[in-house]
């Protein structure tokens, strides 16, 4: 495949539903394969901050508000997925995959992390430690919780971040753990993406450039 063999792993996965025959579409595979580089694009980002940690070992206690809401939604993924999994219904899987890892790690929690990481006058700077644990932890769970569909790309990545063992196939399958579960933190951050939303809107309507406060 152009596109690549992860690509067309994660379409063929995703057109699986009971009674559908699959018609592959160049558009299609070429869109997962944006998805593919949009996780290379994610490890590179992590990589910048992992300099002062280079053992898998004890993560440090993250109590801020996009470290708890992160590991909770992927904690949620990760029973969705499974749910699905067992029931044979690989786009639904898929799906779930692809929403919180585009959507809510990529275009959320990477964003919000940024002043913690990368402003050293930002309040959360303070925070950069935890921020980088949380950062390598649920990259790490998220990978083995993809490795099924795109193989090659996951092992590639998490080979090169902190780990144990040898390779990400003889790893467990990630599972629920009551200890990422913060409703809490899942609703407040609900209410602050509903506030940025009607922010945006608002801009918009009043014809507000991107620049102006």
Not at 149 to 163: A, D, K, L, S, V
Request: include cysteine; hydrophobic fraction near 40%.
């Amino acid at each position: 495949s152009e596109f690549g063999t992860d690509a067309l792993r994660f379409t063929l996965a995703s057109m699986a539903s009971p009674g559908r025959d699959i018609k592959l579409a160049e558009e299609r595979i070429e869109g997962y394969r944006n998805f593919a580089n949009k996780i290379w694009n994610a490890a590179r980002f992590a990589h910048m901050y992992q300099a002062n940690i280079q053992e898998a070992g004890s993560p440090i206690a993250d109590d801020t508000l996009p470290g708890r809401w992160i590991r909770s939604r992927l904690n949620t993924t990760i029973q969705t997925v499974t749910h699905e999994l067992e029931a044979y219904r690989f786009d639904r899987a898929t799906n779930a995959i692809y929403q919180f890892f585009w959507h809510e790690y990529c275009d959320w929690y990477l964003e919000l992390i940024k002043p913690a990481l990368q402003d050293t006058q930002h309040p959360s700077y303070h925070d950069g430690t935890k921020a980088r644990h949380t950062l390598r932890e649920t990259l790490e769970v998220f990978l083995r919780l993809l490795h099924p569909f795109m193989p090659f790309i996951t092992e590639e990545i998490w080979q090169t971040i902190p780990h144990q063992g040898d390779s990400i196939v003889v790893q467990n399958y990630p599972v629920w753990d009551e200890a990422w579960a913060a409703p809490d933190a899942e609703q407040q951050f609900a209410l602050l993406e509903q506030t940025v939303g009607l922010v945006r809107t608002g801009r918009v309507l009043l014809n507000y450039l991107p620049g102006q406060q």
